[in-house]
């Protein structure tokens, strides 16, 4: 039996020298370890083997076996490897010195940015929602307590559409729908585009970007909103940014505040991103009004909630040392291209 081996493996050994093909490989596979192979057929003859020798005779046929697998595997890599190396030789050279005619694209900074603070705000466990650009009178402002007639709806100059809607003056007007979405608890941030009628300057336009968050749960408090907005910050700039809020006045949110950071760039030292004063006011915020949560469907016996408001634009403006907003919305890619959003 060992002398069959022997002569089986020699004639395989030989025969793979001269073998070029993957598809010979395969026929030379079927010949020697096929159904009617060579080895297999020795297999056949186990049945006369006395048991004594069985286990001596079996291990044989199985070793060269797995022999002659692992010279075909070998050989078969070599082509595969041979083939290729073929290929980028003669038909699929590229000429790496060629210039391209494509030019590549980039993400508009704001975008980057969005995206930037959507990844730190989804990985504590907010959900990022879409809002709409048309909006009915009542999200926009009556279901976030801004009743007919209230003094307020002057803050924000709107462009009304003829039956009665709005385009959108802020992201606050996705608060109603997505608090009815879901129950609490709530961690959902929404970026969205925003539209108010008025004057331009280099730090107004009429087409602009906010991101706002909510976060309702039973016993959420003020300090719930420092510590959401610190971290994103911090993560953002990559450094630990302090925070200090100021009173301020929205009707949708009581208490109001304003919250400013110490300025990441000098660390409150005083450049002109500060303009010397070593703070930067970066978002109005506040705790929910229980109002806004009625309206809702939420009980505000029950439950508590705090928003804020970030303007993405001005977020830009200030890391990417833009002075006029409306280079943003221009299309000039001169300036637009040259941004490099690596804090
Ligand atoms: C609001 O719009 C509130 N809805 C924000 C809010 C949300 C407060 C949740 C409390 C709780 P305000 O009008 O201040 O607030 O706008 C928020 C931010 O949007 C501003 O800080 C600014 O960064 C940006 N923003 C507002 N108006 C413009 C504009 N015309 N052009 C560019 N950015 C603007």
Redesign the pocket.
Known sequence: MQEKIEKILNYTKEKLNTITSSAACQDLRVEILGKSGEITNLFRFMREVPPEKKGEVGKLLNDAKQQVEGWIQAKEAFIAEQELNNQIKNSEKIDITLPTKEVCGSLHPRTIIQKQIEDVFISMGFVVEDGNEIETEYNNFTA?NVPQNHPARD??DTFWLDNGQVLK????AS?NRILRKYTPPIRAIFPGR?F?N?S?DA????????L???IVDKEVSVGNLIYFMKEMLSKIFKKEIEVRLRP?F?P??EP???MDVRCPFCDGKGCSTCKNGGWI??????M?HPQVLKNAGINPEEYSG??????????VMMSAGIND?RELNSGNLKLLKQFKLDF
């Open positions: 976030v803050m924000q003056t802020h992201t606050s608060q925003c108010r008025e331009l730090g107004h336009e009429n087409t602009f970007f906010q706002e968050g909510v301020g929205f949708f949110t109001s505040f304003e006011e970066l978002c109005p915020c506040g929910i705090c928003a804020f408001g970030l303007g993405l634009d001005r977020m907003i």
